[in-house]
């Protein structure tokens, strides 16, 4: 059973940058891949972005990936979602997701476990 932590949310001008940390536990972290997941007020749980299990493979939201970046410390069991040119529209509650395996992908069920959210918000 993986157990996950974020942290690093917070209230941020629009144009800052934010990182955000999700430290993993119970579970070999090398075995498999992470996801970041946001969900806004009165809206669905949307894909951010997933890397495996290794660092090497990183996939993002399309409207995303020129200010997202994803990356791990295996030897820290913590993934990071690092957040450029934040808007408005990023505002959410951020989730990370452990993966099934070592790669995963967009689908909410390519996901085992999840951690409890953090807030971030982006004044205009």
């Known amino acids: 059973q993986v157990q996950l932590v974020e942290s690093g949310g917070s209230l941020v001008q629009a144009g800052g940058s934010l990182r955000l940390s999700c430290a993993a536990s119970g579970r070999t972290f090398s075995n498999y891949a992470m996801g970041w997941f946001r969900q806004a007020p009165g809206k669905e749980r949307e894909f951010v972005g997933a890397?495996?299990?290794?660092?090497?493979?990183?996939y993002y939201a399309d409207s995303l990936k020129d200010r997202f970046t994803l990356s791990r410390d295996n030897s820290k069991n913590t993934v990071y979602l690092q957040m450029n040119i934040l808007k408005p529209e990023d505002t959410a509650v951020y989730y990370c997701?452990?993966?099934?395996?070592?790669?995963?992908?967009?689908?909410?069920?390519?996901?085992?476990?999840w951690g409890q959210g953090t807030q971030v918000t982006v004044s205009s």
């Open positions: 890397i495996s299990w290794n660092g090497g493979n990183t």
């Open positions: 997701a452990a993966g099934r395996t070592y790669h995963s992908g967009t689908n909410y069920n390519d996901y085992v476990a």
